[in-house]
C-alpha cells in the first residue's frame, strides 16, 4: 500500500509564495517520476510540474519561471515553491508519483488527496 501525504496549501494574496511539499510512505521499490497537478472548479486536471527521479523537470508554461519542481529521493518527498502566485493559480493542487512497487513490476500512479490553494486578488 502507498500512502501520499501532502501538505502546504492555504490562502494567499497575489504576488505571495507558498509551498507544497508530498510524501510517499508505503512498500515500494523506486519512484521514477513526481509530479504535481492542479484543478480548478469547472476545469479539467492539469499537469504543472514533474520531476524525474535523475532530476529532469517539466513545467506547464502558465507556471514557467514562478514554480520550482525539487524532490529529496532518501526522503520520497516532492516539493513545490510557488512563488508570485496570481488569482489564476487557484486550485486544488494533487500530488501524483509514477513507481514500481518491485524492480520487475510494471510501472503505477498513485494521487494524493489533494491540498487548496487560493489565491486573493
Known amino acids: 500500500q502507498v500512502r501520499l501525504v501532502e501538505s502546504g496549501g492555504g490562502l494567499v494574496q497575489a504576488g505571495g509564495s507558498l509551498r507544497l511539499s508530498c510524501t510517499a510512505s508505503?512498500?515500494?521499490?523506486?519512484?521514477?517520476?513526481m509530479a504535481w497537478y492542479r484543478q480548478a472548479p469547472g476545469k479539467e486536471r492539469e499537469l504543472v510540474a514533474r520531476?524525474?527521479?535523475?532530476?529532469?523537470?517539466n513545467y506547464a508554461d502558465s507556471v514557467k519561471g514562478r514554480f520550482t519542481i525539487s524532490r529529496d529521493n532518501a526522503e520520497n518527498t516532492v516539493f513545490l515553491q510557488m512563488n508570485t502566485l496570481k488569482p489564476e493559480d487557484t486550485a486544488v493542487y494533487y500530488c501524483?508519483?509514477?513507481?514500481?512497487?518491485?524492480?520487475?513490476?510494471?510501472?503505477?500512479?498513485?494521487w494524493g488527496q489533494g491540498t487548496q490553494v487560493t489565491v486573493s486578488s
Open positions: 501524483n508519483v509514477i513507481l514500481r512497487v518491485t524492480m520487475n513490476s510494471p510501472e503505477y500512479r498513485y
Open positions: 508505503g512498500s515500494f521499490f523506486v519512484i521514477n517520476v
Open positions: 520531476i524525474t527521479r535523475g532530476g529532469s523537470t
